[in-house]
C-alpha cells in the first residue's frame, strides 16, 4: 500500500524546471526528404511527438541527463540514440531513418493507446499510410481501407475478419475513430466513411480482433483509428482536383443511358502556423453520375483544425468537420418486370421503376477538443470531449424519413510510467447518445465505463506482457444500469534480434445494441414486411483468441507475418422473420439469436525485390464460420466469403510510379433472408491499376478501378462498382 | 538474386489471371435462360387491368394447397418477382429446386402491404393457372428437372376472371 502511493507521488511530482532540457531536431530519410508524421519519443516515457510537413520536433521538459530517444515512421527501421542534454538548455537529435519497405508496424497508435516505437503489438495490427492513401488516388477513406488484409467493405459496411456481415447499415462491429475519439452513429451505430475528407487523413491505424477492453462497445471485430494531418508551422496552401468516368455496362442489353457517367471535385486546404498555434481549414466538393441507374451523388465538406501550445507541457486541439451528402437512392437492381427489362431476368445496372425519385440528404458533423499535459516524464494525461451529430432525410416513392441524432462523449485519461519497463494507462469514458426520429423514435443511450490496462516488460529480450479490463454500465432511456466487463491478456516475444516476434493474446469485446435496433419501426420496401421493434436486445459478446508470429527478413528481400484466430460470439443480433401477436402478419425483427464461431487464418507475404523500387504484397485470409441458432441448424455465417485473396505491387521509378491492386473473395455461401431477395452473387475479383507521377509541387494521379470492367455484386441486388478511371491532381506549398 | 523475385511476381500475376478468367462474373440472363433452374415460359393476358393492380406474379406449389394456410406458407418463391402485364404477352421465369409441382399459378396484386399470412387473401386474386394439356379443367403438373428448366410453360391471365382463394382452398380470412 505505502509503496503504490509512494510510486503515485513519484509520477506526480513535478520535476525541478531546472532539471529539464529541451529535445528539437529533425527526421529525415537517407535521401535527406523530411519525414512527415514520424514518431519521436523518450523510450519509457510519457514524452513524444510528432514531425511536421518539414520533419521538425520539439519535446520540452525532457530530463536532464542522457535519455534514449526513438524514432519511428511508417516504411523506416525505426531508431534509437543516447542523448546527453543539460537542464535548462536546447539539444538537437536528428534522425536519418533508413526506408524498409518489409517492416510490419513500426509505429503502433491503436493497440494499447498509447504510441510504440518498433515494439511489436500483441495483437495483429495492420496500418495505411499517407503515401498509400495518396498513391490509391481515393474519394473516401474506405476504399484505401479496403486493401489492408482481412478488411473487406460489404456495400460500406467494414469488415475485419469476417467481423460484421452486412446489415444494411444498422450497426457496425468495427469502431470508428478520429483521432482516438470515437465516431459511431449515435442512432444505428454504423460508420460515414466520408465524414472526414479524405486528403486531411494522414494515416490509418486498424486493430484486428475484439479491442473492447480499452475502447468499449462496437469494438467487438476491430477499430480503425483515422489520424488527421497536424497543422504545420508556416504558411500552407494545398489544392486537390479530381476528375473521371465510369465504364458502360459491358453488355448491350444491360445498357441504361445514352452517355457516359462522370464523377469529379476539387477541395482544397489553407493552413498557418508557428511553434505555439496553428490552423487549417478544408472544403471541398464533389459530383458523381453515378455507375448505375439512379446514382447520382452530391458531396459538400469543410473541416478546420487548431493546436495551441499552451505551455511546454501542454497541448490543446480542437477539430471538426461538416459535410452534406445528398444522393439518389438505387434501391436494389431490378428482376423481371419492375424496370424495362427487355427479356432479361435481372437487370443489374437498372433499378425498380416504382422506386424512382427516391434520394436522400445525410448530414453530418463533429467537433472534438483534446489536450494532453505532460506533467512530467513519467506522467500525463490527456482529456477530451466530442460532439457528433447525424442528420438524414430518405425520401421515398410513398413516404419519407428523417433520423437526427447526437453523440456526446468525454473521456479522462492518464498514463504512467514508473520506470522504464512498466507502463500503466487508466481512463473513465462517458457517452450520451439520443435520436429523434420517426422511424427509430425519440430515445436515448447512456454509456459510463472505467478502465485500466499495465503493461510490463520482460528481461532484456524485449518480451512484454499486457494485461488490461474495461467495465461499462449502459442505460436506455434513463433505465436501469447493465454492466459489460471486458479484460484483455496478451503478450509478445521477440525472436532474436533480427525482427521476428512471436504474439498472443485473449479478450472479450462488446457491442450494445444501437438505438435503431432496438426502436426501429418500418416498412421494408423490398421485402413488402414490417420491420418492428425490440427494445430487449441485450449486447452482443464475443471472446477472441489469436496466436500470430512475424518473421525476420529473409532471403534479403521478403518478410511474413501469420496469425489464427478464433471468435466464439453469443448474442449475436439479426434480422428475424416472426409472427406479431398483437398484430396481424408477419414481420422483420431484430433478436439476439444466434452464437458464432469465427475462426480462419489471416496472413501476408511481404517481398521488396528491388529494394527501394518494387514493393509487393500478398496476403490471404481464410474464414471458417459457424452459426448456431436455436431451432435451425448450424450454417456458415451469412456474408462472409471462406477465401480472401490480396496482391499489390508498388514499382517506383525516380518522381514516377506504377502500381497494382488485386482483391479476390470467394461466393459467400449464405445471405440473410436467402428466399426473400434475389440471391444471385459470385466471387469478387477486381483489379485496380495506378500511376504516379511529381515535379516539384505538383503531382499527378491515374487510377483505374476495377480495370477489367468486373461485373459482381457483394450483397444482393447491388451492384458493386464498375471500372472507374480517375485523374488526380494535387498542387501542395 | 533477382531471378527469384521476378519469378514470384510473374507468378502473382499469373494467379491473378487465372483466378480473374475463370469467372466471368455476372452475365446476361435471358428469362428462360439456358443455366435457368425453375420454370419458364409465356403468359398471355386478357381482359381489362383494374385500376387497384400492384403487380402481377408466378408461385408455384408442391402439392395444391388444401388450406389458406397453405396458400400463404407454401408459396414458391416466397415473395415473388413481378411479371410485365401492360402488353398482350409477356416472359416470365421462377427460379424453382427440381421437383413436380401440382399448380403453377399467375396471382394479381391489389396496392398494399402483404404480410405473409393468410390476411394477404384479401390482396390477392388467382388470374390464371397452368391447364393439363390433356384435360384444362384442371391444373397441369409441371416438373422441374435436375439441373434444367421447365420451358415453354404458357397459360393465360384473365383479369375479367379474377377470382378468390377460396374457389380453391379454405380460408377464413378474406
Known amino acids: ?733 | 538474386m533477382l531471378q527469384t523475385p521476378f519469378r514470384l511476381a510473374g507468378l502473382a500475376v499469373i494467379v491473378a489471371g487465372v483466378v480473374t478468367a475463370c469467372n466471368q462474373g455476372l452475365q446476361p440472363e435471358p428469362i428462360c435462360a439456358p443455366d435457368l433452374v425453375g420454370v419458364c415460359g409465356t403468359i398471355h393476358f386478357r381482359g381489362t387491368i383494374p385500376d387497384s393492380t400492384d403487380n402481377v406474379f408466378v408461385a408455384a406449389y408442391a402439392t395444391f394447397p388444401q388450406t389458406c394456410n397453405d396458400l400463404i406458407a407454401n408459396r414458391q418463391p416466397v415473395i415473388p418477382g413481378s411479371v410485365p402485364y401492360t402488353d398482350s404477352a409477356a416472359a416470365y421465369s421462377v427460379v424453382l429446386p427440381p421437383r413436380a409441382y401440382e399448380w403453377l399459378v399467375a396471382v394479381w396484386k391489389k396496392v398494399g402491404t402483404l404480410t405473409l399470412t393468410p390476411a394477404d387473401t384479401a390482396l390477392l386474386r388467382v388470374a390464371g393457372y397452368y391447364r393439363n394439356p390433356a384435360d384444362t379443367t384442371q391444373a397441369g403438373v409441371v416438373t422441374v428437372p435436375r439441373g434444367g428448366a421447365a420451358g415453354s410453360i404458357d397459360f393465360v391471365a384473365d383479369f375479367d376472371h379474377l377470382r378468390l382463394a377460396t374457389d380453391f382452398v379454405a380460408c377464413t380470412a378474406r
Not at chain 1, 509478445?492 to 419501426?521: D, M, T
Not at chain 1, 420491420?531 to 449486447?539: G, K
Not at chain 1, 514493393?615 to 431451432?631: D, F, N
Request: proline fraction near 5%.
Open chain 1, 1 to 733: 500500500m505505502y509503496r503504490a502511493l509512494a510510486v503515485v507521488l513519484l509520477v506526480l511530482a513535478p520535476v525541478d524546471v531546472g532539471a529539464q532540457g529541451i529535445l528539437r531536431g529533425t527526421v529525415r530519410s537517407t535521401q535527406g526528404a523530411p519525414i512527415h508524421g514520424a514518431m519521436v519519443g523518450v523510450a519509457g516515457s510519457a514524452l513524444y511527438t510528432q514531425t511536421d510537413i518539414s520533419g521538425r520536433y520539439r519535446l520540452a521538459a525532457v530530463p536532464a541527463g542522457e535519455v534514449r530517444v526513438r524514432a519511428a515512421a511508417i516504411g523506416y527501421s525505426p531508431q534509437a540514440t543516447v542523448v546527453s542534454l543539460t537542464g535548462g538548455d536546447s539539444t538537437t537529435a536528428d534522425f536519418t531513418l533508413e526506408a524498409s519497405p518489409l517492416e510490419l508496424t513500426p509505429l503502433d497508435v491503436v493497440s494499447t493507446k498509447l504510441p510504440r516505437f518498433g515494439d511489436h503489438p500483441v495483437t495483429s495490427v495492420a496500418q495505411v499510410s499517407e503515401q498509400e492513401i495518396d498513391r490509391r488516388a481515393v474519394n473516401t477513406i474506405d476504399e484505401a481501407v479496403d486493401k489492408v488484409p482481412a478488411v473487406q467493405f460489404l456495400n460500406g459496411q467494414i469488415n475485419i475478419r469476417g467481423s460484421t456481415g452486412y446489415v444494411q447499415g444498422l450497426n457496425s462491429r468495427v469502431l470508428l475513430l478520429v483521432d482516438g475519439v470515437p465516431m459511431n452513429q449515435g442512432d444505428r451505430g454504423g460508420i460515414n466513411w466520408d465524414l472526414v475528407p479524405v486528403d486531411q487523413i494522414e494515416r490509418v491505424d486498424i486493430l484486428k480482433g475484439a479491442g473492447s477492453s480499452l475502447y468499449g462497445s462496437s469494438a467487438l471485430g476491430g477499430v480503425v483509428n483515422l489520424t488527421t494531418r497536424d497543422v504545420p508551422s508556416g504558411v500552407h496552401e494545398r489544392v486537390r482536383f479530381t476528375g473521371g468516368i465510369y465504364a458502360n455496362p459491358p453488355h448491350p442489353v444491360w445498357e441504361f443511358r445514352d452517355q457516359s457517367g462522370f464523377q469529379g471535385g476539387g477541395d482544397g486546404t489553407w493552413s498557418y502556423g508557428n511553434e505555439t498555434v496553428g490552423a487549417s481549414i478544408s472544403g471541398g466538393a464533389r459530383h458523381s453520375d453515378g455507375y448505375r441507374e439512379e446514382d447520382t451523388q452530391q458531396h459538400w465538406q469543410v473541416a478546420a483544425k487548431t493546436r495551441w501550445q499552451a505551455s511546454p507541457r501542454t497541448r490543446l486541439d480542437l477539430s471538426g468537420a461538416w459535410a452534406d451528402d445528398k444522393y439518389d437512392v438505387p434501391l436494389s437492381w431490378c428482376t423481371q418486370g419492375q424496370c424495362l427489362d427487355l427479356g432479361q431476368s435481372y437487370q443489374p445496372f437498372k433499378t425498380d421503376t416504382g422506386g424512382r425519385a427516391s434520394w436522400t440528404d445525410s448530414r453530418k458533423a463533429y467537433i472534438a477538443a483534446h489536450a494532453r499535459t505532460v506533467v512530467s516524464d513519467r506522467f500525463a494525461w490527456q482529456a477530451r470531449g466530442s460532439w457528433y451529430r447525424t442528420d438524414f432525410f430518405d425520401q421515398r416513392r410513398d413516404t419519407s424519413e428523417f433520423g437526427i441524432s447526437n453523440r456526446f462523449g468525454g473521456e479522462l485519461r492518464a498514463e504512467a510510467h514508473p520506470d522504464s519497463s512498466r507502463t500503466v494507462l487508466v481512463g473513465t469514458e462517458a457517452t450520451f447518445s439520443d435520436v429523434t426520429s420517426d422511424v427509430f423514435g425519440n430515445h436515448s443511450q447512456t454509456e459510463f465505463s472505467a478502465y485500466g490496462q499495465s503493461e510490463q516488460s520482460i528481461g532484456r529480450g524485449g518480451a512484454r506482457i499486457n494485461a488490461g479490463a474495461r467495465i461499462d454500465f449502459l442505460a436506455v432511456d434513463g433505465g436501469s444500469l447493465s454492466a459489460v466487463v471486458s479484460p484483455r491478456l496478451g503478450g509478445s516475444v521477440p525472436l532474436g534480434r533480427a525482427g521476428g516476434a512471436l504474439r498472443a493474446s485473449v479478450g472479450r469485446g462488446f457491442r450494445a445494441p444501437s438505438l435503431a435496433e432496438r426502436y426501429v419501426s418500418l416498412v421494408a420496401a423490398e421485402f413488402g414486411l414490417r420491420v418492428v421493434p425490440n427494445p430487449n436486445l441485450q449486447p452482443e459478446t464475443a471472446w477472441s483468441f489469436e496466436v500470430g508470429g512475424t518473421t525476420a527478413p529473409f532471403l534479403h528481400f521478403m518478410r511474413a507475418d501469420a496469425a489464427f484466430f478464433w471468435t466464439e460470439a453469443r448474442q449475436l443480433i439479426e434480422p428475424q422473420l416472426i409472427t406479431v401477436s398483437t398484430g396481424s402478419g408477419a414481420a422483420i425483427q431484430l433478436q439476439n439469436v444466434s452464437e458464432a464461431r469465427i475462426a480462419g487464418v489471416d496472413a501476408t507475404l511481404l517481398a521488396a525485390p528491388v529494394s527501394d523500387r518494387l514493393k509487393t504484397s500478398l496476403s490471404y485470409t481464410y474464414l471458417a464460420t459457424e452459426r448456431r441458432a436455436p431451432g435451425s441448424s448450424n450454417a456458415p455465417l451469412a456474408y462472409r466469403p471462406a477465401h480472401q485473396l490480396k496482391l499489390a505491387a508498388d514499382y517506383a521509378l525516380g518522381a514516377a510510379g506504377v502500381g497494382a491492386d488485386f482483391r479476390f473473395a470467394s461466393r459467400p455461401e449464405r445471405i440473410e433472408l436467402e428466399g426473400y431477395v434475389d440471391p444471385r452473387r459470385v466471387p469478387m475479383k477486381v483489379l485496380d491499376l495506378r500511376a504516379q507521377w511529381a515535379h516539384g509541387p505538383l503531382e499527378l494521379r491515374l487510377l483505374v478501378a476495377n480495370a477489367l470492367n468486373y461485373i459482381y455484386n457483394l450483397v444482393p441486388q447491388t451492384l458493386a462498382p464498375v471500372r472507374t478511371t480517375t485523374i488526380t491532381a494535387v498542387w501542395s506549398h
